[in-house]
Protein backbone atom coordinates (compact mmCIF):
# COMPACT_ATOMS: atom_id res chain seq x y z
CA UNK A 1 0.00 0.00 0.00
CA UNK A 2 1.38 3.78 -1.08
CA UNK A 3 2.01 5.63 2.11
CA UNK A 4 0.15 9.13 2.00
CA UNK A 5 1.58 11.52 4.79
CA UNK A 6 0.20 14.70 5.11
CA UNK A 7 1.46 17.66 7.23
CA UNK A 8 -0.82 18.93 10.16
CA UNK A 9 1.68 21.25 12.31
CA UNK A 10 5.62 21.80 11.98
CA UNK A 11 7.62 23.94 13.93
CA UNK A 12 11.21 24.34 13.75
CA UNK A 13 13.97 24.79 17.51
CA UNK A 14 17.45 25.95 17.29
CA UNK A 15 20.39 23.99 18.91
CA UNK A 16 23.54 25.81 18.52
CA UNK A 17 26.18 25.11 19.76
CA UNK A 18 28.69 26.83 18.04
CA UNK A 19 26.94 30.26 19.69
CA UNK A 20 25.86 28.46 23.04
CA UNK A 21 22.52 29.73 21.66
CA UNK A 22 19.51 28.03 22.22
CA UNK A 23 16.50 29.47 20.86
CA UNK A 24 12.84 27.63 21.19
CA UNK A 25 10.33 28.76 18.68
CA UNK A 26 6.89 29.98 20.33
CA UNK A 27 5.40 29.91 17.02
CA UNK A 28 4.49 27.07 14.22
CA UNK A 29 6.07 26.99 10.66
CA UNK A 30 3.96 28.59 8.06
CA UNK A 31 3.05 25.61 5.81
CA UNK A 32 0.97 26.24 2.79
CA UNK A 33 2.32 25.81 -0.16
CA UNK A 34 5.59 27.56 0.25
CA UNK A 35 8.97 26.51 0.79
CA UNK A 36 9.03 25.15 4.19
CA UNK A 37 5.93 22.70 3.33
CA UNK A 38 8.37 21.34 0.42
CA UNK A 39 11.44 21.12 2.60
CA UNK A 40 9.46 19.52 5.35
CA UNK A 41 7.56 16.36 2.86
CA UNK A 42 10.79 15.73 0.82
CA UNK A 43 12.23 14.81 4.21
CA UNK A 44 9.59 12.75 5.53
CA UNK A 45 9.37 10.96 2.50
CA UNK A 46 12.34 9.87 2.38
CA UNK A 47 12.99 9.05 5.91
CA UNK A 48 9.80 7.39 6.62
CA UNK A 49 10.55 5.27 3.79
CA UNK A 50 13.96 4.76 5.01
CA UNK A 51 14.70 0.99 5.02
CA UNK A 52 17.28 1.68 7.62
CA UNK A 53 14.48 2.16 10.46
CA UNK A 54 14.19 0.40 13.52
CA UNK A 55 11.09 -0.42 14.87
CA UNK A 56 10.14 -0.11 18.31
CA UNK A 57 7.85 1.02 21.49
CA UNK A 58 7.58 3.17 23.80
CA UNK A 59 8.48 2.05 27.47
CA UNK A 60 5.86 2.03 30.47
CA UNK A 61 8.33 4.70 32.06
CA UNK A 62 8.34 6.88 29.14
CA UNK A 63 8.18 10.72 29.58
CA UNK A 64 7.20 11.12 26.52
CA UNK A 65 4.17 8.67 26.78
CA UNK A 66 2.71 10.78 29.15
CA UNK A 67 3.87 13.92 27.30
CA UNK A 68 2.37 12.35 24.09
CA UNK A 69 -1.54 11.32 26.00
CA UNK A 70 -1.18 15.01 27.48
CA UNK A 71 -1.02 16.27 23.65
CA UNK A 72 -3.25 13.91 22.26
CA UNK A 73 -5.99 14.96 25.05
CA UNK A 74 -5.54 18.61 24.19
CA UNK A 75 -3.91 19.21 27.96
CA UNK A 76 -0.53 20.22 26.33
CA UNK A 77 -0.36 22.12 23.20
CA UNK A 78 2.31 20.94 20.34
CA UNK A 79 3.93 24.41 21.06
CA UNK A 80 4.34 23.05 24.33
CA UNK A 81 5.28 19.19 23.47
CA UNK A 82 7.75 20.11 20.75
CA UNK A 83 9.97 22.34 23.43
CA UNK A 84 9.61 19.29 25.66
CA UNK A 85 11.22 17.37 22.96
CA UNK A 86 14.01 19.69 21.59
CA UNK A 87 14.59 20.64 25.27
CA UNK A 88 15.26 17.06 26.22
CA UNK A 89 17.44 16.45 22.82
CA UNK A 90 19.54 19.42 24.22
CA UNK A 91 20.57 18.04 27.05
CA UNK A 92 20.99 15.28 25.68
CA UNK A 93 23.46 16.28 22.87
CA UNK A 94 25.16 18.93 25.73
CA UNK A 95 26.49 15.95 27.73
CA UNK A 96 27.82 14.06 24.49
CA UNK A 97 31.23 13.78 23.25
CA UNK A 98 29.16 15.26 19.83
CA UNK A 99 28.10 18.54 20.62
CA UNK A 100 26.90 19.36 17.01
CA UNK A 101 24.77 21.76 16.62
CA UNK A 102 21.35 21.02 14.80
CA UNK A 103 17.97 22.41 13.57
CA UNK A 104 14.98 20.37 15.28
CA UNK A 105 11.64 19.91 13.12
CA UNK A 106 8.59 18.52 15.28
CA UNK A 107 5.91 17.96 12.84
CA UNK A 108 2.23 16.18 13.52
CA UNK A 109 1.85 14.10 10.87
CA UNK A 110 -0.68 12.06 9.04
CA UNK A 111 0.40 8.50 7.72
CA UNK A 112 -2.55 6.65 6.21
CA UNK A 113 -5.41 8.40 8.81
CA UNK A 114 -3.21 7.57 11.64
CA UNK A 115 -1.14 10.63 13.56
CA UNK A 116 2.52 10.43 14.01
CA UNK A 117 4.49 13.01 15.61
CA UNK A 118 8.00 13.10 13.33
CA UNK A 119 11.00 14.33 14.62
CA UNK A 120 13.91 14.95 12.03
CA UNK A 121 17.34 16.37 13.44
CA UNK A 122 18.93 18.42 11.08
CA UNK A 123 22.57 18.80 11.94
CA UNK A 124 23.93 22.03 10.83
CA UNK A 125 27.18 22.06 7.94
CA UNK A 126 29.51 24.36 7.39
CA UNK A 127 29.28 26.44 4.30
CA UNK A 128 30.49 29.28 2.45
CA UNK A 129 27.93 32.61 1.50
CA UNK A 130 28.69 36.19 0.56
CA UNK A 131 28.68 39.21 3.53
CA UNK A 132 27.75 42.75 2.13
CA UNK A 133 29.85 45.60 4.51
CA UNK A 134 29.20 49.11 4.14
CA UNK A 135 32.38 51.08 5.42
CA UNK A 136 33.92 54.31 5.23
CA UNK A 137 35.49 53.50 1.26
CA UNK A 138 32.03 52.04 0.07
CA UNK A 139 30.35 48.30 -0.24
CA UNK A 140 32.98 45.39 0.37
CA UNK A 141 31.38 42.01 -0.44
CA UNK A 142 33.41 39.29 0.89
CA UNK A 143 33.40 35.52 1.26
CA UNK A 144 32.28 33.81 5.03
CA UNK A 145 32.13 30.68 6.40
CA UNK A 146 28.47 30.08 7.61
CA UNK A 147 27.95 27.82 10.03
CA UNK A 148 23.80 27.03 10.56
CA UNK A 149 23.47 25.51 6.98
CA UNK A 150 20.68 22.79 7.03
CA UNK A 151 20.97 20.12 4.93
CA UNK A 152 19.90 20.15 1.39
CA UNK A 153 16.73 18.59 -0.45
CA UNK A 154 19.38 15.81 -1.77
CA UNK A 155 20.92 15.48 1.38
CA UNK A 156 19.83 12.48 3.50
CA UNK A 157 19.23 13.45 7.53
CA UNK A 158 21.09 11.54 9.80
CA UNK A 159 18.85 11.26 13.10
CA UNK A 160 15.16 11.21 13.33
CA UNK A 161 12.63 9.24 14.56
CA UNK A 162 8.57 8.91 13.69
CA UNK A 163 6.15 8.43 17.23
CA UNK A 164 2.81 6.59 16.47
CA UNK A 165 0.27 9.02 18.93
CA UNK A 166 -2.35 6.28 19.24
CA UNK A 167 -0.57 3.06 19.77
CA UNK A 168 3.48 4.41 21.31
CA UNK A 169 4.82 2.37 18.59
CA UNK A 170 8.67 3.84 17.29
CA UNK A 171 10.26 3.74 14.07
CA UNK A 172 13.92 5.58 13.84
CA UNK A 173 17.43 6.05 13.08
CA UNK A 174 20.11 7.32 15.54
CA UNK A 175 23.97 7.77 15.43
CA UNK A 176 25.75 6.36 18.93
CA UNK A 177 27.57 9.18 20.71
CA UNK A 178 29.09 9.00 24.06
CA UNK A 179 27.98 10.26 27.43
CA UNK A 180 29.80 9.53 30.23
CA UNK A 181 32.01 6.98 29.13
CA UNK A 182 29.03 4.98 27.61
CA UNK A 183 27.95 4.63 24.17
CA UNK A 184 23.90 5.20 23.44
CA UNK A 185 21.74 6.11 21.46
CA UNK A 186 20.21 9.48 22.55
CA UNK A 187 17.00 9.55 20.21
CA UNK A 188 15.20 6.34 21.47
CA UNK A 189 17.55 5.95 24.82
CA UNK A 190 17.15 8.93 26.21
CA UNK A 191 14.60 11.85 24.51
CA UNK A 192 11.87 8.76 23.77
CA UNK A 193 12.65 5.81 26.43
CA UNK A 194 11.47 3.03 24.12
CA UNK A 195 12.58 -0.42 23.07
CA UNK A 196 13.46 -1.05 19.42
CA UNK A 197 14.24 -3.72 17.32
CA UNK A 198 16.50 -4.77 14.18
CA UNK A 199 15.31 -3.28 11.26
CA UNK A 200 14.75 -4.38 7.44
CA UNK A 201 18.06 -4.03 6.11
CA UNK A 202 19.76 -4.87 9.02
CA UNK A 203 18.00 -7.90 9.03
CA UNK A 204 18.82 -8.82 5.61
CA UNK A 205 22.81 -8.04 5.99
CA UNK A 206 22.85 -10.15 8.95
CA UNK A 207 20.82 -13.11 7.72
CA UNK A 208 23.24 -13.11 4.69
CA UNK A 209 26.53 -12.41 6.93
CA UNK A 210 25.12 -15.92 9.52
CA UNK A 211 24.65 -17.66 6.15
CA UNK A 212 27.96 -16.79 4.87
CA UNK A 213 29.63 -17.92 7.72
CA UNK A 214 27.63 -21.15 8.50
CA UNK A 215 28.37 -21.92 5.01
CA UNK A 216 31.98 -21.47 5.62
CA UNK A 217 32.40 -23.42 9.03
CA UNK A 218 31.08 -26.42 7.20
CA UNK A 219 33.45 -25.85 3.76
CA UNK A 220 30.34 -25.14 1.78
CA UNK A 221 30.97 -22.45 -0.74
CA UNK A 222 29.54 -19.09 1.10
CA UNK A 223 28.73 -17.20 -2.33
CA UNK A 224 26.43 -20.40 -3.41
CA UNK A 225 24.52 -20.52 0.28
CA UNK A 226 24.50 -16.54 -0.03
CA UNK A 227 23.02 -16.54 -3.27
CA UNK A 228 20.19 -19.27 -1.93
CA UNK A 229 19.02 -16.59 0.86
CA UNK A 230 18.72 -13.94 -1.27
CA UNK A 231 16.67 -15.94 -4.30
CA UNK A 232 14.31 -16.92 -1.07
CA UNK A 233 14.18 -13.64 0.00
CA UNK A 234 13.42 -12.61 -3.17
CA UNK A 235 10.71 -15.47 -3.14
CA UNK A 236 9.33 -14.81 0.05
CA UNK A 237 8.42 -10.67 -0.74
CA UNK A 238 6.49 -12.14 -3.95
CA UNK A 239 3.90 -14.09 -1.05
CA UNK A 240 4.10 -12.01 2.09
CA UNK A 241 5.29 -9.21 3.41
CA UNK A 242 6.66 -10.62 6.43
CA UNK A 243 10.23 -12.68 6.36
CA UNK A 244 11.09 -15.36 9.41
CA UNK A 245 14.75 -15.36 9.35
CA UNK A 246 14.32 -19.10 11.13
CA UNK A 247 12.47 -20.05 8.53
CA UNK A 248 15.03 -18.90 6.21
CA UNK A 249 17.74 -20.70 7.44
CA UNK A 250 15.91 -24.02 7.57
CA UNK A 251 15.31 -23.31 4.11
CA UNK A 252 19.01 -22.14 2.77
CA UNK A 253 20.44 -25.30 4.64
CA UNK A 254 18.06 -28.19 4.28
CA UNK A 255 20.06 -30.14 2.96
CA UNK A 256 21.73 -30.10 7.02
CA UNK A 257 20.29 -30.46 9.64
CA UNK A 258 23.86 -29.65 11.49
CA UNK A 259 23.84 -26.39 9.17
CA UNK A 260 20.37 -25.42 10.44
CA UNK A 261 21.22 -25.59 14.02
CA UNK A 262 24.45 -23.33 13.82
CA UNK A 263 22.14 -20.46 11.60
CA UNK A 264 19.49 -21.05 14.71
CA UNK A 265 21.97 -20.81 17.24
CA UNK A 266 23.47 -17.28 15.51
CA UNK A 267 20.37 -16.20 14.25
CA UNK A 268 19.04 -16.02 18.08
CA UNK A 269 22.59 -14.44 19.81
CA UNK A 270 22.14 -12.35 16.88
CA UNK A 271 18.80 -11.26 17.78
CA UNK A 272 16.81 -12.38 15.01
CA UNK A 273 14.05 -13.74 16.76
CA UNK A 274 11.11 -12.45 15.47
CA UNK A 275 9.07 -11.87 12.17
CA UNK A 276 10.36 -8.92 10.16
CA UNK A 277 8.33 -6.96 7.95
CA UNK A 278 10.21 -6.60 4.70
CA UNK A 279 9.22 -4.43 2.22
CA UNK A 280 9.00 -5.74 -1.30
CA UNK A 281 11.41 -3.13 -2.86
CA UNK A 282 14.15 -3.31 -0.66
CA UNK A 283 14.20 -7.41 -1.13
CA UNK A 284 14.63 -7.36 -4.55
CA UNK A 285 16.80 -4.22 -4.65
CA UNK A 286 19.36 -6.41 -2.51
CA UNK A 287 18.37 -9.84 -3.94
CA UNK A 288 19.04 -8.66 -7.52
CA UNK A 289 22.91 -9.44 -7.76
CA UNK A 290 25.44 -10.33 -5.47
CA UNK A 291 28.81 -8.89 -5.38
CA UNK A 292 31.81 -11.14 -4.70
CA UNK A 293 35.38 -9.83 -4.27
CA UNK A 294 38.90 -12.20 -3.84
CA UNK A 295 41.59 -11.74 -2.31
CA UNK A 296 43.39 -10.96 -4.96
CA UNK A 297 41.30 -7.46 -5.18
CA UNK A 298 38.60 -8.73 -8.13
CA UNK A 299 35.58 -7.48 -7.99
CA UNK A 300 32.83 -9.49 -9.79
CA UNK A 301 28.77 -9.11 -9.66
CA UNK A 302 26.75 -11.28 -10.45
CA UNK A 303 23.27 -11.20 -11.11
CA UNK A 304 21.07 -13.98 -8.43
CA UNK A 305 19.44 -15.72 -11.98
CA UNK A 306 22.61 -16.92 -13.28
CA UNK A 307 24.54 -18.05 -10.23
CA UNK A 308 22.66 -21.50 -9.45
CA UNK A 309 22.95 -21.61 -13.66
CA UNK A 310 26.40 -23.42 -14.44
CA UNK A 311 25.54 -22.30 -18.21
CA UNK A 312 26.66 -18.68 -16.94
CA UNK A 313 29.02 -19.64 -14.08
CA UNK A 314 30.97 -22.29 -12.20
CA UNK A 315 32.76 -22.63 -9.02
CA UNK A 316 35.46 -25.53 -9.80
CA UNK A 317 37.77 -26.13 -6.11
CA UNK A 318 40.95 -27.05 -7.44
CA UNK A 319 43.06 -29.50 -5.79
CA UNK A 320 45.66 -27.25 -4.37
CA UNK A 321 42.81 -25.66 -2.56
CA UNK A 322 42.33 -22.71 -4.52
CA UNK A 323 39.02 -21.60 -6.53
CA UNK A 324 38.28 -20.73 -10.02
CA UNK A 325 35.32 -18.99 -11.05
CA UNK A 326 34.22 -19.46 -14.60
CA UNK A 327 32.49 -16.96 -16.52
CA UNK A 328 30.75 -18.87 -19.48
CA UNK A 329 28.67 -18.15 -22.78
CA UNK A 330 29.69 -14.38 -22.88
CA UNK A 331 28.97 -12.75 -25.73
CA UNK A 332 30.03 -9.36 -25.79
CA UNK A 333 32.78 -7.76 -23.17
CA UNK A 334 31.57 -3.67 -22.14
CA UNK A 335 34.71 -1.61 -20.76
CA UNK A 336 33.26 0.27 -17.78
Known sequence: METMIGINRAILHILDFNSNLTVFSEQELELGSGSAAAYLMKHLERSFTDSALKPGTLNQTSAMKAELAA??????????LSTQIAGALYQAIAQSDKMVSADVLVCDIS??????????????RVGFTHQVAQ?????????????????????KLDEYAFVWVASGEIRFVDKKCSIGGNDVYILPEIV???????????????????????????G?????????????????????????????????????????QQ????????GLDEVVKIDRNLAVRTGRTQKLKTD???????????????????????????LSIALKNIGKLVDK
Do not use: W
Not at 137 to 150: D, F, R
Open 135 to 155: GEAGISNSIIHHYAILPSLAH
Open 111 to 124: VNGEQVVAILKCNN
Open 296 to 322: TGIEITIPIDYFQNTEYVEFINNPNGT
Open 263 to 270: YLQEAAQA
Open 220 to 260: ENPAMAVSRAKTLIMENAEVSEYLDPKELGSAVFAASPLMQ
Open 71 to 80: YAAGEISFVQ
Open 192 to 218: LDCSSRVSQKDTIAMVTSITRKVAESH
